[in-house]
């Protein structure tokens, strides 16, 4: 119950701030084309702006969808599968999604920001470090590897159920 909740404000959380980014990304790119043709001198650090606006809206987005289990899926098996089997089978693909988003997001993403910070990088136009742009990543890579244990958990709950359902048949 209580991961239920956790999940249900991490979604609403989730969902908010990529409306917001959005919607920023939005008024970004409207002052920039105002600006650019409209008052004849383009805002330097919109362009910029907008550029890091997307990546973060891409990666939090992939959590929320993850999240929703929505995302890109080819389930063509799971489609002819029902009861434990499919469970199974969710299971291990929520354990691949764990893995990817442990090692790929979640670790990958903490090298890339200590690099960056380490190296001192920083943004052309915004003059912020890069370091700050990138950590979404890892952020992203937790969501992600919430979500997937979360799954775990409610397809263990469904495979204990039926379990106990075909004993008491």
Not at 16 to 43: D, K
Not at 45 to 71: D, N, P
Not at 111 to 125: C, V
């Amino acid at each position: 119950m209580i991961l239920k909740k956790i999940k249900n404000s991490i979604d609403t959380v989730l969902k908010w701030i990529v409306i917001i980014i959005m919607a920023g990304m939005t008024i970004n790119v409207l002052w920039q084309v105002f600006s650019r043709f409209i008052l004849e001198t383009p805002s330097s650090f919109t362009e910029e702006l907008a550029r890091y606006m997307l990546v973060w809206l891409g990666i939090l987005g992939a959590s929320y969808v993850a999240g929703q289990k929505m995302h890109l899926a080819i389930d063509l098996l799971s489609t002819k599968l029902e009861g434990k089997s499919k469970s199974i089978l969710e299971i291990a693909i929520q354990l691949f999604v764990f893995v990817f988003a442990f090692f790929v997001m979640f670790i990958g993403g903490i090298r890339l920001i200590t690099i960056t910070f380490t190296l001192n990088q920083i943004s052309a136009a915004l003059q912020i470090q890069l370091g700050y742009i990138y950590l979404v990543v890892p952020l992203s890579g937790l969501l992600m590897m919430y979500y997937s244990f979360y799954f775990v958990y409610e397809e263990v709950k469904k495979i204990k159920l039926i379990s106990s359902t075909n004993i008491q048949a």
